[in-house]
Structure formats: C-alpha cells, structure tokens
C-alpha cells in the first residue's frame, strides 16, 4: 500500500499569498496518478488537480499541480478567501488507493 | 449534469449490515466506474473501492471480508453493504464517479454505529 504524507498539516496565511502543498510518496506512483482534492466543511471533496498537474473542469488557473519523483506540489498562486479549506492528495496509481491525511489551510 | 445521492439508515446497530444506495441522476450509469469513499466525523478520507455495471470491481483489503457493492443498472443506481459493523464504522459515507481521479461527488451520508 502507497502511504501518502501531506505537508504541513496546517498552513497559516493572508489573501492573496502563496500557498505551496507537499504529498509525499511512500514509494512510486505509477504514471504519475494523482490527484488533489479541496473540502470546505459539511461538503463533499472537489477535484481540483489529476495525472499530477491536469486542471478538473471549471478549476482556476492559480491552482496548479507538479511532481518531481514521489514528490508531488499543489500551489495555489494567489489564496482567494474561498481557498481556506482542507485539501487531500489521492494516488490512484495502484490499489488500494489511498489519502493524504490532509492540510488545512487558514486564514492568518 | 450528472448527480449523486447517497441515501440509507443514518443508524446502525453493532454487529448489524450497513447498507446505502447512490443513486445518479444526468447521466448513465453504464459509461463509468463508482467509487465509495468513507470519512470518520473529523477525520480524513479512506477509499472503500470501485465497481462498474459489468460487475468488476476492487475493494479496500481492510474492508474485503465485510464489504459487498452492486449495481443497478436499470435504477441508475449503486450499492453497497458492509457486515458486522462497529463504531468504528461510523462515517460520512460518499458515493463518486470515477475508478481513477473522483471527479464528481455526492453530498455525502452520516452512518453512526449505535446500539
């Protein structure tokens, strides 16, 4: 099983600044599957980012997805007041597919 | 634009089955995978597995023994059932389009497990 470890668990910033996220990869994911999720509370997860770097339909372009090796980076270029909410990596390059345990981020 | 809901029991009893249905609205049911996805109240996400109306699927190996999924083709819908549940068990429990990326999601179902 693929372990995904999210970094940090809680990002702390204003409107407007940068927000970069980590998932690391406990080994390799196969044809860089991945993908990143928002949540805000009492919703269900919103795709946001697959194949690694592949915006979903109807996302804004200050998302944006990356990955070096079993490094993989969600920015978000410029925080919207909307952004503050919980986001989780999935790999679904084997099975069981699995979850990061998530980053908060929040507002400064 | 297709729609999910999840519907079933918001309790069950230790020992008892789970079971919910999602059912999809907008679009066929036929043309995709449908996943399950679990979240314990303040906690994170766990993939339960996929299936799709041929009858193949994939399951969590944590939840193998327990779990059962199904789908209905001619009620556009999609089920599931997990045995001898514990409190453990108690979740949100989301219904998804999708065997890779997730990319539509129902609104999610409370299950507590509760004698």
């Known amino acids: 099983e693929i372990v995904l470890t999210q970094s940090p668990d809680t990002l702390s910033l204003s409107p407007g600044e940068r927000a970069t996220l980590s998932c690391r990869a406990s080994?390799?994911?196969?044809?860089?599957?991945l993908a990143w999720y928002q949540q805000k509370p009492g919703q269900a997860p919103r795709l946001l980012i697959y194949?690694?770097?592949s915006r979903a339909t109807g996302i804004p372009d200050r998302f944006s997805g990356s990955v070096s090796g079993t490094d993989f980076t969600l920015i978000i270029s410029r925080l919207e007041p909307e952004d503050f909410a919980v986001y989780y990596c999935q790999q679904y390059g084997s099975s069981p597919r699995t979850f990061g345990q998530g980053t908060k981020v929040e507002i400064k | 634009q297709v729609q999910l809901q999840e519907s079933g029991p918001g309790l069950v009893k230790p020992s008892e089955t789970l079971s919910l249905t999602c059912t999809v609205s907008g679009g066929s049911i036929s043309s995709y995978y449908w996943s399950w996805i679990r979240q314990p109240p303040g906690k994170g996400l766990e993939w339960i597995g996929y299936m799709y109306y041929s009858g193949n699927t994939n399951h969590n190996p944590s939840l193998k023994s327990r779990l059962s999924t199904s789908v209905d083709t001619s009620k556009n819908q999609v089920s599931l059932k997990l045995n001898s549940v514990t409190a453990a068990d108690t979740a949100v429990y989301y219904c998804?389009?999708?065997?890779?990326?997730?990319?539509?999601w129902g609104q999610g179902t409370l299950v507590t497990v509760s004698s």
């Open positions: 998804a389009r999708g065997g890779l990326e997730l990319d539509n």
């Open positions: 194949g690694a770097s």
């Open positions: 080994q390799s994911v196969s044809s860089s599957y």
